[in-house]
């Protein structure tokens, strides 16, 4: 990269902006000298052909709001830039991109472990900005920098939420209005399990049986999985006596969305 002032904060993005990007950003630019952003939407970490196809994107909106946001840097290569003719190279991430995600997305852990070392490398941040909402991906590229000797330090941020409890996120552009309504029933099921656990209750198995009831209640919900899982590994619990995970992927017609809540 350029000489450019020092430290630098990057946060990587698939574009189609909104204020959950927009917090990244901010923190970004408060805690750096330099602001970066990449928007990348990476063929290689979609498992499905459509959702890569239809994944919405508008550059001349997304770097409106990037300078709207004081950004200083934005890469936005074209996909020849990031994989020329003759690319050869996946990076494989072991135990923590196994389950959840990585099961019921197979080969979408590799895509997202290859791009990030390589925007990693490509820009060479003191630190880079990742959302909560996606919490094994930040598992996933904590372990790869670690491992890799990255020297970029990985910041997770809260998730930012709809008035209502819908985590943001670019695929809500999909949801029908009917659907839209329904949405929030994840952040439902999770905050009941939530209260069943503070409450007292332990059984990983009650807890999940909490948040398939909440999203049951819900006709327009098909749930592809839910999940209470160890808090480091990502393994599922039978009793919950340490930090774990609550999290859920659940389809909404051809729209599949996730979020989670931690249990310290
Ligand atoms: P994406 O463009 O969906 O790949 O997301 C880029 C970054 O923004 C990732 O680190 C996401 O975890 C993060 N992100 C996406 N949605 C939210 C949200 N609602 N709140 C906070 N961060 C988010």
Same mark, same amino acid.
């Given at each position: 990269m350029v000489a450019v002032a020092r430290p630098v904060g990057v946060v990587p993005t698939m574009g189609w902006l909104h204020d959950g990007h927009r917090a990244l950003m901010a923190r970004a630019r408060v805690g750096n000298a330099t602001s970066v952003v990449t928007i990348f939407v990476n063929p290689r970490q979609f498992n499905e052909a459509a959702d890569y196809t239809r994944y919405p994107r508008d550059e001349p909106r997304d770097l409106a709001i990037c300078e709207e946001e004081g950004v200083d840097l934005v890469w936005a290569p074209p996909v020849e830039e990031v994989y020329?003719?003759?690319?050869d190279t996946t990076v494989v991430v072991g135990a923590v991109a196994q389950p959840l995600e990585g099961a019921a997305r197979p080969g979408h852990f590799e895509g997202v472990a290859t791009v990030v070392a390589i925007l990693f490398n490509v820009v060479r941040a003191e630190r880079a900005y990742f959302g909560q909402k996606d919490a094994q991906q930040v598992m996933v590229i904590r372990q790869m920098a670690r491992d890799l000797a990255i020297p970029t330090e990985v910041i997770a941020c809260p998730t930012v939420r709809e008035p209502d409890g819908l985590a943001l996120s +670019?695929?809500?552009?999909?949801? +029908?209005p009917p659907e839209r309504a329904a949405a929030p029933a994840l952040r439902r099921a999770l905050l009941a399990a939530h209260a069943r656990w503070r409450s007292g209750e332990r059984s990983a198995e009650a807890l999940r049986a909490v948040m398939r009831g909440t999203l049951a209640a819900e006709p327009l919900a098909r749930v592809d999985y839910v999940s209470v899982a160890d808090g480091a590994t990502l393994a599922e619990l039978d009793q919950v006596d340490g930090p774990a995970l609550l999290s859920l992927a659940v389809r909404f017609g051809e729209t599949r969305l996730i979020d989670n809540e931690p249990l310290p």
């Amino acid at each position: 990269m350029v000489a450019v002032a020092r430290p630098v904060g990057v946060v990587p993005t698939m574009g189609w902006l909104h204020d959950g990007h927009r917090a990244l950003m901010a923190r970004a630019r408060v805690g750096n000298a330099t602001s970066v952003v990449t928007i990348f939407v990476n063929p290689r970490q979609f498992n499905e052909a459509a959702d890569y196809t239809r994944y919405p994107r508008d550059e001349p909106r997304d770097l409106a709001i990037c300078e709207e946001e004081g950004v200083d840097l934005v890469w936005a290569p074209p996909v020849e830039e990031v994989y020329p003719a003759g690319f050869d190279t996946t990076v494989v991430v072991g135990a923590v991109a196994q389950p959840l995600e990585g099961a019921a997305r197979p080969g979408h852990f590799e895509g997202v472990a290859t791009v990030v070392a390589i925007l990693f490398n490509v820009v060479r941040a003191e630190r880079a900005y990742f959302g909560q909402k996606d919490a094994q991906q930040v598992m996933v590229i904590r372990q790869m920098a670690r491992d890799l000797a990255i020297p970029t330090e990985v910041i997770a941020c809260p998730t930012v939420r709809e008035p209502d409890g819908l985590a943001l996120s +670019s695929r809500n552009v999909h949801l +029908s209005p009917p659907e839209r309504a329904a949405a929030p029933a994840l952040r439902r099921a999770l905050l009941a399990a939530h209260a069943r656990w503070r409450s007292g209750e332990r059984s990983a198995e009650a807890l999940r049986a909490v948040m398939r009831g909440t999203l049951a209640a819900e006709p327009l919900a098909r749930v592809d999985y839910v999940s209470v899982a160890d808090g480091a590994t990502l393994a599922e619990l039978d009793q919950v006596d340490g930090p774990a995970l609550l999290s859920l992927a659940v389809r909404f017609g051809e729209t599949r969305l996730i979020d989670n809540e931690p249990l310290p």
